[in-house]
Structure formats: C-alpha cells, structure tokens
C-alpha cells in the first residue's frame, strides 16, 4: 500500500528546495533520496511560494498555495504592462510597422497564455462599461474598416481619424461602437467633428466568444456644429448588403481584468482596450 506524506514546505529566499527535502524525510518508497530529491528540483517553483508535497510510491505531487497565486498576479501584471508598452506611440496601429505588429501580437499571446481561458459565462458584468480603444493590428491596413472595407486615412480623403470607444451594456445587450472623427473641408471654414455611432446588439457564445449584430448608425456633429440634430443611417437591409458585409461579426476575449481586455477578431485582427 502506497504511503502518504502531506508536510507543507514555507520556503524562503535562503531555503532551498533542495534544501528543504534534505532537512525532513520527503522521500519515495522504493527510491533513493537522491533519486527523491531529483524528482523535487524538476518540479522546481518559485522560492518565495509555499508547497504542499504529498508522496506516493510512483508520483509527487505539488499543490500550489496561495502565496503562488499572488506570485501569478503579480506576472501577469508586469506582462499587461509589457503589452500596454509594446502598443503605446503606434496612434491605434495606425503608425504601426511590422515589426510594431509583431512585437504587440507576441506580448498579447504571453499575456493571454500566463493568464489562462477567459470565461464571460461566469462574469459577464466583467464587459461592462465603456472602453477605449488604444491598439488595433487592423488600423496598420491604413483604413478606417480595418480589415473591413472602409475608408482610407490619409492625404486621399481629409478624414482623421479621432477615439474609438466601445459602450457594452450587458443587461440591454447593447453594443455600441464609437468612432470621432474630423472632416476636412475647404478654406476658410473649419474641420467638421463628428462622432459616428455604430449600435450593435451582442450575444456570448460559449465562454468567451462575443457575436456583434449591426443595427443602425448615428452620426452627431460635434465642435462649433454641435447644435445640428443627429443623422440617423438606418441598416441596409440584406438583399442588398455585399457578401463582404454580413452586418455581423465575432470576436474572442482572451483576456480581460477590471481595467483591460484584449480581443482577436475574426480576421485575425488584435484590439487593446482600457476601461475610460
């Protein structure tokens, strides 16, 4: 019959685990210590965590405590703020090189492997709030759609291009996206500001996943224009909606805490929000 051991090992900065298994019999049947403690430094943690070792003819097993869970948090911090660094100065990904897009794309997909599976279905209200847009891989195409049809930026057409934020209600399943923008116009008059909004309703599929349905678009002049009433462009209806323009889309939350969510769309594209 295999015998148990259950002892809990506090390590500290000067107390290795090596150390520890020479200091208490933390050993395996049928094994040598050697052979034992071996076995304990492949499985090597963190020297500030705390252990559980239990034992067993063939197996060790380490039950991380909460001590490792802090050690966690705190990676996953220094690796968003990595991310946040990698896409600050890129104007949206619009100023973004390739380069720019590779380093971005690389300190998302450690962000997102250190943090683990998102699950909206236990938390939803996690999406609450209105975010701001600071990074999308899309804008390097230099087109307002991103890898949508869209407009472009530029010198070509006198659109620059202003915020974009993100409205999500999760009790309404009101999605909306907001878009400032900045129309050139001829001299002497001054640029028009207006702010587009393009009103979605949502649904979650599975865990993580976030389905968009297009509904309407509001346009509101903004600045010295304020006191026009809003345009409202209705939806196009499907009959007459190109293939490339569905009204509907996907996105996947890979990862999201109280002040910052990453998504990858479904064309691939990478977007950084902050909680505004």
């Known amino acids: ?34 052979s034992t403690q071996r076995l304990l430094e492949e499985r090597s943690y963190d020297s500030k965590r705390s252990l559980v070792c239990q034992s067993g003819i063939d197996e060790v097993t380490f039950i991380e405590l909460p001590g490792s869970k802090e050690a966690k948090a705190e990676l996953i911090g220094s690796l968003k703020l990595k991310l946040l660094s990698a896409v600050s100065g890129l104007n949206r990904g619009l100023a973004a090189s390739e380069d720019d897009l590779k380093k971005a794309d690389e300190a998302a997909k450690e962000l997102e492997s250190c943090a683990g599976a998102v699950d ?50 999760v009790l309404s399943k009101d999605f909306d996206n907001i878009v400032e923008l900045e129309l050139g116009t001829p ?39 304020s006191q026009l009433p ?40 990478l977007r950084v929000f902050v909680i505004s």
């Open 1 to 34: 019959m295999a015998s148990l051991l259950h002892s809990r090992l506090p390590l500290s900065h000067n107390h290795s685990l090596s150390n520890s298994c020479q200091s208490f019999p933390c050993h395996l049947p049928g094994r040598s210590k050697r």
């Open 120 to 169: 909206l279905a236990a938390d939803l209200d996690m999406l609450q709030g209105r975010w701001k847009l600071i990074y999308s891989s899309a804008f390097s195409s230099r087109t307002l759609g991103g890898s949508r049809p869209g407009p472009p930026t530029g010198r070509l057409l006198p659109i620059t291009l202003g915020q974009v934020f993100q409205r999500i209600d």
């Open 230 to 269: 809003p345009l409202e462009v209705p939806r196009i209806p499907d009959q007459f909606r190109p293939p490339s323009n569905t009204g509907s889309g996907e996105f996947e939350v890979t990862y999201i805490d109280s002040d910052t969510r990453v998504t990858r769309g479904d064309r691939g594209e």
């Open 187 to 225: 001299w002497p008059f001054p640029p028009v500001e207006a702010t587009a909004t393009l009103a979605h309703k949502f649904e979650l599929i599975g865990s993580s996943t976030i389905k968009i349905v297009f509904e309407k678009t509001t346009v509101k002049t903004t600045g010295n224009l």
